[in-house]
Structure formats: structure tokens, C-alpha cells
């Protein structure tokens, strides 16, 4: 009933840009928060950052000042990535929280396909 498409994902050195894009569509009657989390192999999938509706953004600690999240509009989230290490590979997976259309507005909490991101030393 939600899709995410992600895009932007790929192979790049340390200390270089990647720009991943996720664009959430189908039946929403809100998105309160869209984020984005990574999965290294062999690791538990984490946080990477989070935007509400109202704009308010948590980061992990591990990308502060590297990677800036931002919307183009309220289905729409960037994520910029800057500075990036050989421990930021992992596959990035988008997610969106909020309302379904219909008179009953069902919570919903929607995963992306997830895209690569590798970072090579």
C-alpha cells in the first residue's frame, strides 16, 4: 500500500559523495517521519537519520557533519553523504512512518528495497 524507491547507491573511495533518494507514494494519508538505516554484513541494522513532518532530524553519532538529510517535498528525502569512510559500507535502506488513506488511517511502517553503498579504502 506504500512503496519507497531508493536510488543512488554505488561504489566510491574514501572521502568521497554519494546522494541517495527515496520516494515514498501509494496509499498515504501522512508520512510523520522518513529515515534512512544501514546493514553491514554481519551487523544489526542501525539508525543512519531520521526527519519528522515538523523537520526535526536525529542523527547517529558516527555521521554527524558527513551526511545531511533533507526533504524536496513530503514524500521525498535526500541523503547526502560527504566524507565517507570504508565503515559507511553497507546496504541503505529508506523507511517512512504514518497514516494510510481510508476512514480508519491504519499506522503503517515501510521499508525500501535497499540500495549499496561501498566505500573503498
Known amino acids: 500500500q506504500v512503496q519507497l524507491v531508493e536510488s543512488g547507491g554505488g561504489l566510491v573511495q574514501a572521502g568521497g559523495s554519494l546522494r541517495l533518494s527515496c520516494a515514498a507514494s501509494g496509499s498515504i494519508f501522512s508520512i510523520d517521519a522518513m529515515g534512512w538505516y544501514r546493514q553491514a554484513p554481519g551487523k544489526q541494522r542501525e539508525l543512519v537519520v531520521a526527519?519528522?513532518?515538523?523537520?526535526?532530524t536525529n542523527y547517529a553519532d558516527s555521521v554527524k557533519g558527513r551526511f545531511t538529510i533533507s526533504r524536496e517535498n513530503a514524500n521525498t528525502v535526500y541523503l547526502q553523504m560527504n566524507s565517507l569512510k570504508p565503515e559507511d559500507t553497507a546496504v541503505y535502506y529508506c523507511n517512512a512512518r504514518g497514516l494510510l488513506k481510508g476512514w480508519a488511517k491504519v499506522p503503517y511502517d515501510y521499508w525500501g528495497q535497499g540500495t549499496q553503498v561501498t566505500v573503498s579504502s
Open positions: 526527519i519528522t513532518s515538523g523537520g526535526s
